[in-house]
């Protein structure tokens, strides 16, 4: 399985980014996708996640203006990021977990750089 990130940049506050994240490979089982962010000095952290294409969770602090989505006719999964924050600068990767019997295999994209200006 392969993920490609792409769709970061630099945008004003309250503006909007959507990031793109194309998934080749061949994977079966039960799956989840998300897109987690990683700031300087600070940790990874999960910011929205979907399961079996269809079930979503956010992070408290983007829940109401980020929305992920997958097209599955183009295997892509979409972080479409509105009304962003200075806070929300960092790298953004992408991510499919695929759940085995006894095992989690877990898949990263190469990351991508939102960076969001006062």
């Known amino acids: 399985v392969q993920l490609q990130a792409s769709g970061g940049g630099l945008v004003q506050a309250g503006g909007s980014l959507r990031l793109s994240c194309a998934v080749s490979?061949?994977?079966?089982?039960?799956?989840?996708m998300g897109w987690y962010r990683q700031a300087p000095g600070k940790q990874r952290e999960l910011v929205a996640a979907?399961?079996?294409?269809?079930?979503?969770n956010y992070a408290p602090s983007v829940k109401g203006r980020f929305t992920i989505s997958l097209d599955r006719a183009k295997n892509t999964l979409y972080l479409q990021m509105n009304t962003l924050e200075p806070g929300d600068t960092a790298v953004y990767y992408c991510?499919?977990?695929?759940?085995?019997?006894?095992?989690?295999?877990?898949?990263w994209g190469q990351g991508t750089q939102v960076t969001v200006s006062s």
């Open positions: 490979g061949s994977w079966s089982g039960v799956t989840a």
């Open positions: 979907i399961t079996s294409g269809v079930i979503t």
């Open positions: 991510n499919l977990d695929e759940y085995g019997m006894e095992s989690i295999d877990r898949y």
